[in-house]
């Protein structure tokens, strides 16, 4: 029985893919320069230059998100079925990974965002900012139904998750300040023009286009080793996007709940959170008085302003560090040593680097690349005090946030951390009791 | 029941195997992947000893063939390793894949395991992250200062030096004492027309020196103390001890030490220059001083003190004012000079008598009057050393601002009787190499530009623009190409020096060993404003009120602009724009581009004809009567 139905599920997929393939353009051979001729008859394979998306097949991505996103808000709010959320991860994960091999995606429309704002000749697509926006308005409306089963970064890491171990809140609460600094660099970088780190660094992107350098298979190759007992790693240490998802779910309107009526104290949910995301009943029988509470709190909310301070000193100082990633302030450092270093070209084993010979036969100057690379450092200074300054806020909130203790007496699902997997309701005994 | 456990245990095995598939697929990829990045299929040590045997041997066809097979073997064996790592590649994922639905599988078919632990004291947990975030805080910030403290923050200023190299302002070097020292003795002592004074010359010169003060006599007396002491060594000792006085390269690129910026070439490295003002609201306006005595100089800038100078016919004096506050610090009073004339030379309105502006190195500050008193005070106000050049015999009045370049004062003295340009000791104000010019009366001021290989001062008169070695006087190279009384200084970028004179033509040279005039022009022409330039632009402004643009390469004019109330001070480029100021204190500020593109037009509300200095976030121009520091 059980069998005749994963045979049936995978002819579905099967029968999906086949679908999908079938509605992209063929190819489009093209050859702009003359083939050169061989005596010994080889053929030379013809050019495959691929067809842009089409405009409808990018409206048909935002379609199939909005879909998805419904469909997984539906199942977690209404339905309440985290099996129904596990089959949309698989759908996510052959649509939006595989076939659209994770592009476009959420997580990196940040940086397009950024640019677009910071740089006016860079017309970003409808489509990305589709794909920006819709899931932080759903997020603004029913939690992180994004990160439960849409999006593909998260899935294939969900997929993975087979004993998951409990962190120490301290320690998650720790980590989960990373996103933070990752969202500042990938803004810091985008709008600087420098690069795309949140997909050059996608660690599974290798996965979904079945091509990639060695190194980010192997990056890739860890994340999901490590979701086996560390559930989804990268969604919850690293991903720039989830720093806005986590601020939008705090104030969704309607968010997922543990038990569809009445908490009754049994504790079964009480570890089911893969991703420590269940805050717990206040056992506390004396409660700490009020005054130091409130103290605490203003000393902290005091010294918020003097870390921003020091991030905007620390970043005004980290500028140059930040700047040398800019690929023309590399090119920069690296005529500059070439230039310093003249002797070096007389050694009969050096060879000039590919991007220094590129750009000399480009035919510019390299007093116009160091007033490049000025201006770029000067980018960055400014940049680099908004990253600190930013950096600084991020630190003193939230430490500001730990001094204020919330009693409850019921579990709750942490609405900014929680991503809505839906797996803690399988362990509510009132659920079932309902139904 | 039995089935189902069955079933479980079967897929459990499935995982196990898919697991383990999926592991050994990772190694052997790793390995393999290890040896398709080593190998280079046409770089094989076996191919290479082939191919030389063949080289000794070219008619061997046998061991042609052979290196040929090889070479086939080595490629195809290079291609089934890139596609043994694609197709393990695919096995891993599909492995991945079956164990992954093998453990959902279980997973699904397991009860759910409930762990009731001991609940976390929330509040220890809270208390807990509050200390280890604010340590990873102090780490963080610990780490980047570090990191930030081992580049030096060094990078922006090595890429304008380099600029500047490349743009061909001048950057003068480190103080590295002994090698440029002797290279000065040695070239010195070569050149003909180059008036080295002797020991005995030099002591005189540092009698002329004493002022009336007591210390200063004192001064005076250890000095020519020292020099009697000294035999034909000390010219060499001497300067060492001063040669380290210089600034560096970023002292002079972070300052504005003299007239049109570092070099004299019309190019300021500073940043966040303010674009919009209007001093006649106080609209970012940060102060205003008044100077006391009248002056077209402009001013110059070291650190946090601005100098300029005032003259009348009776008085001369120069100025140190607060850069922050505006506030007068000293005034430096210039008489009791030995050889000073009774009474000033007579001059015009539109020269004045304290027409040339000031220089600095940050250790000292240089003033020359319409006089020929030529005088240098410490940052403080103490007058170091001061004598006169003779009378300049000029009838607008002496105009040719100073220029440094390391421990060289240079002086352009393009009077009527016996023209000459001078390089002073800036210690001691005695000179240390003395060119005589063939040229008529001039008002322009030397540029000092690194035109590549080496550092040149150059200047302008009638009929010609000369280059001479700033260390030595040597002249480097000499184009006829102009008449008549040359007010504009040069400009110089990229190779070309551009010089341009009233009712004769404006010209670019292309320097080197063996100069030429790359293009020249007759439709506008400039008699005060000197010109600006990079690379690809040249601008210029004239006192009718035109302003323009050309291509520095070809002299094609690629806009023009009018403006009535014309110009006498020169442009200013800094920050990609232009800051160009009308004879009414009015500041066109445009951007240096191909096409014209306003960004404002400031008001001073008093008449400006001095050229503005530059500082991080501010600007300081010079008005007929007020100084004033613009920014925010």
Known sequence: MRYSRIKTYIIKIVFFITILMSLQAIDVQAQRFPKPEFDSGH????????????????????????????????????????????????????????????????????????????????????TVIAFFVIPLVYSLLFGRVFCAGVCPLGAIQDIFIWKPQQMKSWLQKLLGLIPYIYFGLAILYAATSTDFIICRYDPFIGFYRLDADFLMFLLGGVFLLTSVFIARPYCRFFCPYGVLLNLFSRVSRQHMTITPSKCIQCKLCENSCPFGAIEEPDMLKIREPRKNTVRRFLILAAIIPALIIVGVYTGSQFHENLAMVHPKVRLAQDILEQKNNPEIQNDSEYVEPLEIEAYRSAGKSDQQLFTEANEIIEDFYVGGMILGGFLGLVFGLTLAGLSIFTYRTDYEPNKGECLSCARCMDYCPVETTNS | MSSNKTNINLWKRIAQIAGIFAFVISVILIINYAQYKTIDPVNTELINSLVENLNHNPADSLLRQQIRTVDLLSRKAYFTNQWQVRTGGYLL????????????????????????????????????????????????????????????????????????????????????????????????????????????????????????????????????????????????????????????????????????????????????????????????????????????????????????????????????????????????????????????????????????????????????????????????????????????????????????????????????????????????????????????????????????????????????????????????????????????????????????????????????????????????????????????????????????????????????????????????????????????????????????????????????????????????????????????
């Open chain 2, 93 to 632: 994922l599909l492995s991945l894949a079956v164990l992954v639905i093998a453990m959902q599988i279980i997973k699904s078919n397991t009860p759910k395991e409930v762990v009731v632990g001991e609940t976390e004291n929330s509040f220890l947990e809270q208390k807990n992250a509050r200390k280890w975030i604010s340590i990873s805080g102090i780490v963080l910030v610990g780490i980047a200062l570090f990191l930030a403290l081992l580049t030096h923050n060094d990078l922006s200023n090595e890429f304008t030096i380099a600029s500047m190299k490349d743009g061909g302002v001048d950057a003068p070097v480190e103080n590295k004492v002994s090698d440029n020292e002797t290279v000065i003795i040695k070239d010195s002592s070569e050149k003909e027309d180059i008036v080295l004074n002797d020991d005995t010359e030099k002591a005189e010169e540092v009698e002329e020196v004493v002022s009336n003060t007591k210390e200063q006599a004192q001064e005076v007396k250890t000095e020519k103390k020292i020099v009697a002491e000294t035999n034909e060594k000390k010219a060499v000792v001497e300067p060492e001890k001063k040669l380290s006085e210089y600034p560096s390269e970023e002292e002079i690129i972070g300052n504005h030490p003299s007239f049109r910026g570092p070099g004299g070439n019309g190019i300021s490295y500073r940043k966040n220059i303010p674009i919009s003002w209007d001093a006649t609201t106080g609209d970012n306006v940060v102060w205003k001083v008044e100077i006391p005595l009248h002056g077209y100089n402009s001013p110059i800038i070291w650190e946090d003190k601005i100098f300029v100078s005032g003259a009348n016919s009776a008085q001369r004096e120069v100025y140190c004012i607060d850069r922050n506050s505006g506030k007068i610090l000293w005034t430096g009073e210039v008489k009791d000079i030995e050889g000073s004339p009774a009474t000033s030379p007579e001059v015009t309105e539109d020269t004045g008598q304290a027409a040339p502006s000031l220089t600095t190195d940050g250790r000292r500050v240089y003033a020359i009057f319409a006089n020929g008193d030529i005088i240098a005070f410490d940052m403080e106000g103490n007058r170091v050393w001061a004598r006169n050049l003779g009378d300049p015999n000029n009838h607008y009045g002496h105009s040719s601002s100073l220029m440094l370049y390391q421990n060289v004062l240079i002086v352009q003295y393009d009077i009527k009787k016996s023209p000459k340009v001078m390089g002073l000791d800036f210690s001691t104000g005695k000179t240390l190499w003395e060119t005589p010019r063939k040229v008529k009366v001039s008002w322009a001021s030397p540029v000092v530009v690194n035109t590549g290989n080496r550092t040149e001062v150059i200047l302008f008169a009638e009929p010609s623009v000369d280059s001479y070695d700033p260390l030595t006087g040597k002249l480097n190279w000499s184009v006829k190409c102009t008449y008549g009384e040359v007010g504009p200084s040069v400009a110089y970028a990229d190779g070309l020096v551009f010089a341009v004179n009233e009712y004769a033509k404006l010209v670019a040279i292309k320097t080197g060993e063996n100069p030429e005039i790359l293009w020249e022009s007759t439709d506008y022409m400039s008699d005060v404003p000197s010109p600006v330039a990079t690379e690809e632009l040249m601008f210029m402004a004239t006192s009718y009120g035109v302003y323009l643009c050309y291509d520095a390469k070809t002299g094609d004019i690629l806009w023009e602009q009018e403006n009535d109330n014309g110009f006498y001070s020169s442009p200013m480029m800094v920050e990609g724009k232009i800051y160009l100021m009308d004879m009414q204190g009015i500041m066109h500020i445009f951007k240096a581009s191909r096409e014209y593109e306003s960004i404002g037009d400031c008001p001073l509300g008093e008449d400006g004809m001095t050229t503005p200095a530059f500082a991080d976030g501010k600007i300081y121009i010079r008005g007929n009567k007020h100084l004033f520091c613009i920014g925010k």
């Open chain 1, 43 to 126: 053929i030379q394979p013809e050019t495959q230059v691929p067809v842009p998306r089409s405009d409808f097949m990018e409206f048909f991505d935002v379609f199939v998100l909005i879909v998805a996103l419904s469909v997984v808000s539906w199942l977690v709010l209404k339905k309440r079925s985290r099996r129904g959320v596990f089959w949309v991860s698989i759908f996510s994960i052959l649509y939006f990974g595989f076939y659209r091999e994770g592009c476009v995606c959420s997580v990196g429309s940040i940086q397009n965002v950024a640019l677009a704002l910071f740089n006016p000749g860079y017309k970003i697509p409808l």
